[in-house]
């Protein structure tokens, strides 16, 4: 036989069983004194992912616990941001718009009626209304009929005050029946009165298609309003209030307080400038009720409610972590056999321990890239739902998947270091 024909004939005899290339790649590489060398990542990663895709089943209840921990701590926070603007505006809205000057007592009148009036002309002020009150018209005997009744309680204590027309705007309040008086009734001088809200109950004044009258002093004052629905000055719901005119009636005749409501942002300048446009010769005398900073009450409010629900996402958080913890635990003690035959081939403690600890690294990064995109769904949702305006940190959803990542690798930091002390001889046992 030729030796080439030779040659081919014995080449068959020559085969032996081999490993898959992949399998190769995969193994570590040895040195020469027979001690294992290093690693490569690619082959790392490959086995991590391996190990993760092995049991779907259990990698996605493990994926669970934390995608419910960043989920929970992603709503908490985005709920907690959105709540405290929601609070913050409705606290802008009735309080950071508000100014009172309070008017000492004094023979000559410190704000005139006038002034009071032209308040509006200031840009920044919406409304403004003046009142006028003294210690003699306060707890006046006020009764809704002129007859004695002894079997009932015909006779209230209360508060009567005069005011310009353009007090249930300044109060934030609204005429639950009848109307407010005019400058007509101001100027002609006609016994009118508007009752608050409580005030008339007290008095059991229910309907005004009569015209009733309260009696003050023995005389008759026609009752043409019912104020309520008060969002500032509350005490204005137990009194009766009558035009500056008839005011004179009570020995009230200066204003002694003006309430102005301002557009938003503009109530520190607005402050500043009331005192010289309602007294400027004397405007120190004034004493000026200004709302505090907005945006120290936006801060302390936001602060104290991501401060509450932040600790329940953590909560969430720490219960994912000992999901993962248990599982990839009793995910080693099932892969021993797999461990020994490793260590066997040449794998050193860090390349299993690297292993486990990326496949828990894996878990955590999965759930924190599927609970920060489930979490903030949610506070749009809630916030479309409410109507109100979604408030959520960028770098709050940019964080959460590497807090899922991070948790996922202290969760499997014991059990990687477990896995890496076992021996070759006692793992193959």
């Known amino acids: 036989m030729p030796p080439h024909r030779r040659l081919l004939h014995r080449r068959p005899s020559l085969r032996r069983p081999s490993l898959r290339r992949s399998s190769l790649r995969r193994l570590p590489r040895v040195s020469g004194r027979g001690r294992a060398s290093r690693m490569d990542m690619r082959d790392l990663w490959a086995e991590s992912l391996a190990g993760v895709l092995a049991r779907p089943v259990r990698s996605a209840?493990?994926?669970?616990?934390?995608?419910?921990?960043?989920?929970?701590?992603?709503?908490?926070?985005?709920?907690?941001?959105?709540?405290?603007?929601?609070?913050?505006?409705?606290?802008?809205?009735?309080?950071?718009?508000?100014?009172?000057?309070?008017?000492?007592?004094?023979?000559?009148?410190?704000?005139?009626?006038?002034?009071?009036?032209?308040?509006?002309?200031?840009?920044?002020?919406?409304?403004?209304?003046?009142?006028?009150?003294?210690?003699?018209?306060?707890?006046?005997?006020?009764?809704?009929?002129?007859?004695?009744?002894?079997?009932?309680?015909?006779?209230?204590?209360?508060?009567?005050?005069a005011a310009t027309p353009e007090l249930p705007t300044a109060a934030k309040g609204r005429m639950i029946q009848g109307r407010f008086f005019d400058a007509g009734h101001d100027r002609r001088g006609d016994r009118v009165?508007?009752?608050?809200?409580?005030?008339?109950?007290?008095?059991?004044?229910?309907?005004?298609?009569?015209?009733?009258?309260?009696?003050?002093?023995?005389?008759a004052y026609t009752v043409i309003g019912i104020l309520g629905d008060l969002r500032r000055e509350e005490v204005l719901g137990a009194s009766v209030i009558v035009p500056r005119s008839v005011g004179a009636d009570f020995d009230v005749h200066h204003v002694s307080r003006v309430l102005i409501n301002t557009t938003l942002g503009a109530a520190d300048m607005i402050a500043?400038?009331?005192?010289?446009?309602?007294?400027?010769?004397?405007?120190?005398?004034?004493?000026?009720?200004?709302?505090?900073?907005?945006?120290?009450?936006?801060?302390?409010?936001?602060?104290?409610v991501n401060g509450l629900f932040l600790i329940l996402g953590l909560v969430s958080l720490v219960v994912g972590?000992?999901?993962?913890?248990?599982?990839?635990?009793?995910?080693v003690m099932e892969r021993i056999a797999e461990i020994g035959l490793r260590r066997s081939l040449g794998a050193a403690r860090r390349h299993i321990a690297a292993q486990f600890l990326l496949e828990s690294t894996l878990i955590g990064l999965t759930g924190g890239v599927i609970g920060t995109s489930v979490g903030v769904v949610?506070?749009?949702?809630?916030?479309?739902?409410?109507?109100?305006?979604?408030?959520?940190?960028?770098?709050?959803?940019?964080?959460?998947?590497?807090?899922?990542?991070?948790?996922?690798?202290?969760?499997?930091?014991?059990?990687?270091?477990?896995?890496?002390?076992?021996?070759?001889?006692?793992?193959?046992?």
Do not use: C
């Open 378 to 429: 949610a506070v749009v949702a809630v916030s479309a739902a409410r109507q109100w305006t979604p408030v959520l940190d960028v770098q709050l959803a940019l964080a959460a998947p590497v807090v899922g990542a991070v948790v996922g690798l202290l969760a499997g930091l014991y059990p990687a270091l477990r896995a890496a002390r076992m021996e070759p001889v006692d793992a193959l046992r």
């Open 272 to 304: 500043k400038q009331v005192p010289t446009a309602l007294s400027p010769n004397r405007a120190a005398e004034l004493h000026i009720a200004a709302p505090p900073s907005p945006k120290r009450a936006r801060e302390g409010v936001e602060s104290d």
């Open 193 to 219: 009165a508007v009752l608050g809200e409580q005030a008339a109950k007290l008095l059991k004044i229910t309907a005004l298609e009569n015209a009733p009258a309260v009696f003050i002093k023995g005389r």
């Open 61 to 161: 209840l493990t994926t669970l616990g934390t995608v419910l921990g960043i989920t929970t701590l992603v709503i908490t926070m985005g709920i907690a941001a959105t709540a405290g603007n929601q609070i913050v505006g409705r606290f802008d809205e009735l309080t950071a718009t508000t100014i009172s000057v309070d008017v000492p007592a004094n023979r000559d009148p410190l704000v005139t009626w006038e002034a009071a009036a032209e308040l509006t002309r200031l840009r920044g002020v919406t409304s403004a209304a003046a009142l006028a009150q003294t210690a003699k018209s306060a707890a006046l005997t006020v009764r809704a009929n002129n007859l004695v009744d002894p079997t009932a309680v015909s006779e209230q204590s209360m508060n009567v005050l």
């Open 321 to 331: 972590a000992v999901g993962i913890a248990n599982v990839t635990l009793v995910t």
